[in-house]
């Protein structure tokens, strides 16, 4: 912190005065660390400068408030962009639905899903996988399995992490066909089961009683040279 602070001093004295850009960079690499009263500051200062800021500071600010739990104020800061007259994005509604989702809030961030197709605004493959998770955190496997069947419907490409809270919550649950199903459709689509899928099922089949078929899925594990 007190490095950063003194580059800033540095370009300061040297005449170099930061552009909207380089607030947004500044703030971001702040609400990475979790030092959003000093990504504040700079928000603050930002202003006094006569620096408006834009759509993405605004996203990258929300999103820092949701990482500590601060989801009023995320909010707050939310609609004080849509008072400014900033156009909702998929990056504005994806940064909610991934907060929301994050703080265990799955049927709100589902709710602004339902607003953002109303409102013809794209989702993408982070929009999916957001409140997957979401409804992962919450337990909820019928409302996961919708979202990523709709993901597939709109013709996305799933990424590893679409499919690793379903892999692993129907392993929990015992489902180890389904398990092991989606496995082989990660394959068929290019993506490679990674080692903590490969222990899911491993786990999932030795709680069945499946001992044999374990030894087969750490067997291929291995082959793969994936390090369990």
Known sequence: MQEEEGDRRNLK??????????Y???IHGL?????????????????QKGLSPDEYTY??????????????EAWKLH?????????????????????????????????LYRQMKDKGVLSDVITYNSLIHGFYKEENVTKR??????????????????????????????????????????????????TYNHE???????NQGFAAEAMQWLSEMLNKDLIP
């Open 145 to 194: 399995q919708e979202m990523f069947e709709e993901l597939l419907a709109h013709g996305l490409q799933p990424s590893s992490f679409s499919y690793a809270s379903l892999i692993e919550q129907f392993c929990q649950i015992g489902s180890m066909q389904k398990a092991t199903q989606l496995c082989e459709d990660m394959g068929k689509r290019g993506l490679e089961p990674t």
């Open 13 to 22: 004295r040297r005449g170099y005065i930061p552009h909207k850009a380089m």
């Open 79 to 111: 609609k004080e962009m849509c008072g400014r007259g900033l156009k909702q994005t998929t990056v504005s509604y994806n940064t909610l639905i991934q907060g929301l989702s994050m703080n265990r809030k799955a049927n709100e961030a589902y709710e």
């Open 200 to 206: 899911c099922i491993i786990a999932g089949l030795c």
């Open 59 to 72: 996203n990258v600010l929300i999103h820092g408030l949701f990482g500590i739990g601060n989801v009023n």
């Open 24 to 26: 947004t960079a500044m």
């Open 31 to 47: 609400c990475k660390m979790k030092w959003i009263g000093e990504a504040r500051k700079l928000w603050f200062e930002m202003i």
